[in-house]
């Protein structure tokens, strides 16, 4: 039976887009067909919107983005004032994000590991992606943390996630964090439904140790 240190010995890198000229490829999709023309034409459109002073730029965010390697290219867009506001689910802002915020990683791995075998060693699986279910823990009782020295009032996750931009201010582990870097540049991150990720069992343990 492999163990643990096994399945996780590679973890993701993020994809540096500053390091790559994409204008080139996107102009050339701009005269082909299918979704190549229309990746060139969400591009110009976006340029636009770059553009006109009166736009603001709202990025939605669903899947498995960062667990796969696109953190830096949100963190980036936010870092140089090209977007306004994000929202987002939460298992990208939480389970992802926050979660590498705090030092942890996301690994390569396999579709075809037996899932027995990852059960055993309290591995977390995202279709190829692995992660250790005591770092995601770990970022539960965080979040749980976090939700303590909160006034006892109703919390938009905006607001939530504010503190959490607090939190990393002094905690941090990365140097490409998206909440971070939001909170640095007052960028708002919303999430409709804040408790639908891991989030949820730190607000559930919160709850259950701090009954009104």
């Not at 498995?64 to 990208?92: E, Q």
């Not at 992802?96 to 942890?104: C, P, S």
């Not at 607001?159 to 540049?185: A, H, T």
Request: glycine share 6%; aromatic share 8%; proline share 4%.
């Amino acid at each position: 039976m492999p163990k643990k240190s096994d399945h996780l010995k590679s973890p993701i890198e993020h994809f540096d887009i500053t390091k790559h000229d994409a204008v080139p490829m996107i102009d050339a999709m701009s005269k082909m067909a299918f979704s190549a023309r229309d990746l060139a034409r969400a591009s110009d459109i976006y340029d636009r919107m770059l553009r006109d002073k009166d736009c603001s730029v709202i990025l939605c965010l669903a899947g498995s983005l960062f667990s796969a390697g696109l953190k830096r290219v949100v963190y980036d867009l936010v870092r140089h004032n090209m977007v306004d506001a994000i929202v987002s689910t939460g298992a990208v802002i939480v389970d992802q994000d926050f979660f590498e915020g705090l030092g942890f990683k996301h690994y390569r791995g396999s579709k075809f590991v037996d899932d027995h075998s990852l059960r055993e060693s309290r591995i977390d699986r995202i279709y190829d992606t692995f992660i250790d279910e005591e770092d995601l823990g770990a970022t539960d009782k965080t979040i749980a943390k976090i939700a303590g020295t909160l006034k006892p009032r109703p919390h938009s996750s905006r607001e939530f996630i504010e503190e959490m931009g607090k939190y990393l201010v002094k905690k941090v582990q990365v140097s490409d964090c998206v909440i971070l870097e939001c909170f640095k540049k007052m960028v708002p991150i919303f999430v409709p439904a804040f408790s639908d990720c891991s989030a949820g069992f730190g607000l559930l343990h919160h709850q259950w140790h701090n009954p009104a």
